[in-house]
C-alpha cells in the first residue's frame, strides 16, 4: 500500500495555483494547509479545495504534526527563510525556482537537511518535460557527437517583475536543462550582460554566456520586453544537431548537419599533415520524434513525494540547485561597468 504524504504549501500567487493543483492529484499525497497572507487568495482556495485548511500565519502548518513535507512557492527572497523554517520543523521541503538566491544560503540548508535526515528538492520543472528528457538520452548516447554549444531564448512580453530581474526569473529554467544535459559541470566562466529599461536596479533584458570544460560554449538570452513568446533551445555536436522549441507543436527536430575534415592526399600519402584537410558540409535527414506527453508538473509532483517514501535523491536535488544558484550569483557579480553619461569606455 502506498504510504499518503501530507503536505502543506506556502503561497497560491501566480504560480501555486498550479502546484495545488498538481501535488492534490498525485495518489498517495493530500494537501492538509495553504499559508497565504492574501485573504482573497485563501478564499480562492477555500472555494476550489474545501478540504484544505488556511491561515496567514506558518506555525499553522509547522506545528502539525501530521504534516510530512511543505511546497515552497513564495517570492523568491522568501525561499531560504521558509525553508529553512520548514527544515527545522522536521518537514521535507520542495521549493520553486530558484531555490535561494545565495550558495551560501544553499549551503546552509543543505547542512541542516543532512544533520535531520530531510530531503529538499528544486521545482526545475523542466527537467521532468519528455521532450527535455529525449535530448538528454541522445547526448549520453552520443548520438549528437562532442557538445560544442548550446543557446536558449526564453522571450515574452511582460509578466514584469519587480522582486527579481529577467535573469533570476527565466534563466534557472535554461541553466537547469543545460547543467542537466552536460552531467552538471561546474563553468570555466561566467559573463553578462544586462540592460533595465522600466525598473531602475532591475534588468529587463539579459544575455549570459557562460563556458564549461572542453571547450562547450552556452550562451542564454532571457526578456520581458520582447514581441513574441519564445521557448527554444539549440544544441549544436559534432554529429548531429536538436532543436528544442516548447511552444511549437513538435517539440523536437533532429538535424543531421555538420562540418567534416576530409583527409587530402599528400604527394607521400602524408594524410595528417597540419594542412592537409578540406571540408565538407553535411546536409542529411531532419526527423521529427514523437514525443508522448505527461504534465512535467505532475511527473515533479510524483518524483517528490516518491523519494520521500523511498530515501531516494531527488533529480533536482540540493547539488543541482546549488549549481544553477552558483552560476547566478556569479553572473550578477559579472556585469561589466558602462558609462552612465553614455559617452562609452573608452
Same mark, same amino acid.
Given at each position: *500500500? ?48 474545501? =478540504? ?26 522568501? !525561499? ?16 520553486? $525556482? ?20 530531510? *530531503?529538499?528538492?528544486? +521545482? !526545475? ?15 549520453? /548516447? =552520443? ?17 514584469? /517583475?519587480?522582486? @527579481? ?12 536543462? @543545460? ?35 572542453? $571547450? ?12 513574441? $513568446?519564445?521557448?527554444? *533551445? ?19 527536430? @533532429? ?13 607521400? *600519402? ?20 514523437? @514525443? ?49 553619461? +553614455?559617452?562609452?569606455?573608452?
Amino acid at each position: *500500500m502506498t504510504k499518503s504524504i501530507t503536505l502543506a504549501q506556502f503561497g497560491c500567487g501566480y504560480w501555486g495555483p498550479n502546484l495545488l493543483r498538481n501535488f492534490s492529484a498525485v495518489q498517495g499525497g493530500r494537501v492538509a494547509w495553504v499559508i497565504e497572507q492574501d485573504a482573497s487568495r485563501r478564499a480562492f482556495v477555500e472555494r476550489g479545495f474545501p =478540504g484544505v485548511r488556511t491561515s496567514a500565519d506558518i506555525s499553522s502548518a509547522l506545528n502539525d504534526p501530521s504534516v510530512d513535507a511543505v511546497i515552497v512557492a513564495t517570492p523568491a527572497e522568501t !525561499h531560504f527563510p521558509l525553508t529553512e523554517a520548514a527544515l527545522r520543523a522536521g518537514k521535507h521541503v520542495f521549493v520553486e $525556482k530558484p531555490l535561494a538566491t545565495r550558495v551560501c544560503d544553499v549551503d546552509v540548508l543543505a547542512e541542516i537537511a543532512t544533520e535531520k535526515g530531510l *530531503m529538499v528538492m528544486a +521545482g !526545475h520543472t523542466f527537467l521532468f518535460n519528455n521532450a527535455v528528457r529525449y535530448v538528454k538520452a541522445m547526448i549520453d /548516447r =552520443g548520438e549528437l557527437g562532442e557538445i560544442r554549444s548550446i543557446y536558449s531564448q526564453r522571450l515574452n512580453l511582460g509578466r514584469i /517583475r519587480s522582486d @527579481i530581474d529577467a535573469l533570476w526569473n527565466f534563466a534557472p529554467h535554461d541553466l537547469s536543462i @543545460i547543467q542537466y544535459w552536460l552531467g552538471n559541470p561546474e563553468p570555466v566562466c561566467v559573463q553578462r550582460f544586462g540592460a533595465d529599461f522600466i525598473q531602475p536596479g532591475i534588468d529587463d533584458v539579459v544575455f549570459l554566456n557562460v563556458r564549461y570544460p572542453g $571547450k562547450i560554449l552556452a550562451s542564454i538570452h532571457v526578456s520581458w520586453l520582447d514581441p513574441q $513568446k519564445v521557448r527554444k *533551445m539549440v544544441v549544436v555536436g559534432s554529429k548531429k544537431m536538436v532543436v528544442y522549441d516548447d511552444v511549437a507543436e513538435d517539440k523536437i527536430t @533532429i538535424y543531421d548537419k555538420g562540418i567534416d575534415r576530409l583527409a587530402r592526399v599528400g604527394e607521400n *600519402m602524408d594524410f595528417d599533415g597540419p594542412a592537409r584537410f578540406n571540408y565538407g558540409y553535411r546536409s542529411g535527414d531532419i526527423l521529427i520524434p514523437r @514525443i508522448d506527453w505527461v504534465e512535467p508538473l505532475r511527473a515533479e509532483a510524483e518524483h517528490f513525494l516518491n523519494c520521500i517514501r523511498t530515501g531516494s535523491q531527488p533529480l533536482t536535488g540540493i547539488d543541482h540547485a546549488r549549481r544553477v544558484v552558483g552560476i547566478l550569483e556569479l553572473a550578477s557579480c559579472s556585469q561589466p561597468t558602462h558609462d552612465q553619461t +553614455g559617452k562609452g569606455l573608452l
